[in-house]
């Protein structure tokens, strides 16, 4: 497993990744509602994947399994990690844990002393076991719940705790 930065040419496969990882994965989230899976899937296009790549205020890694990508991550230079997903052909084989290593140390390279996220109720769980604190009230974001996170990853820099 290969944590890298994204190209273009990934854009079809890490939308596929995208998309299944929401649809199949986060069921505790949408509960299968497809006004909120709509809502949810309409940005996960190869067109605007590509525009993630452009823009410079972003880094977009993934991992990549002998060609496969078997999860796509962003982090904006702010520390803020604004995707995080894995496919279920991978799920609970450790390669979300090595994507957010992958992410949470862009954020530090950009000289931010920790991470923020809104997570899904599927992966809080997940977040929490990795070191991150609820940094706020839970709101709603696509018909689900998101939940407010943070974690700090040096001594120095801004209060991310308030930026969550
Ligand atoms: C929950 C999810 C994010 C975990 O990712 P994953 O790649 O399957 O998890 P990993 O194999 O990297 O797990 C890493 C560690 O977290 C733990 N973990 C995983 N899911 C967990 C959960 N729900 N609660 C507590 N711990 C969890 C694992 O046991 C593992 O612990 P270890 O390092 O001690 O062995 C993923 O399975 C998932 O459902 N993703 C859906 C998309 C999503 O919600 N993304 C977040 C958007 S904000």
Not at 18 to 37: P, T
Not at 86 to 111: H, I, M, N, T, Y
């Amino acid at each position: 497993m290969h944590i890298r930065p994204a190209v273009l040419k990934d854009a079809s496969k890490a939308c596929d990744t995208l998309r299944r990882s929401i649809a199949e994965l986060c069921v505790a989230d949408h509960g299968n509602d497809k006004a909120i899976l709509g809502q949810w899937l309409a940005n996960k296009t190869p067109e605007v994947f590509a525009s993630w790549l452009k823009d410079t205020g972003n880094t977009v890694l993934v991992a990549d399994h002998n060609g496969l990508i078997a999860a796509v991550g962003v982090v904006n230079n702010d520390g803020e990690i604004t995707c995080n997903y894995v496919s279920p052909d991978f799920r609970f084989q450790g390669v979300s844990k090595l994507l957010l290593a992958g992410l949470e140390a862009v954020s530090l390279k950009q000289g931010n002393s920790g991470t923020t996220l809104f997570s899904t109720k599927t992966a809080h769980g997940f977040y929490r076991a990795a070191g991150y604190k609820n940094g706020g009230t839970p709101f709603f974001k696509f018909g689900t719940e998101s939940y407010p996170m943070f974690k700090r990853l040096a001594q120095n820099g801004p209060d991310i705790a308030k930026r969550s």
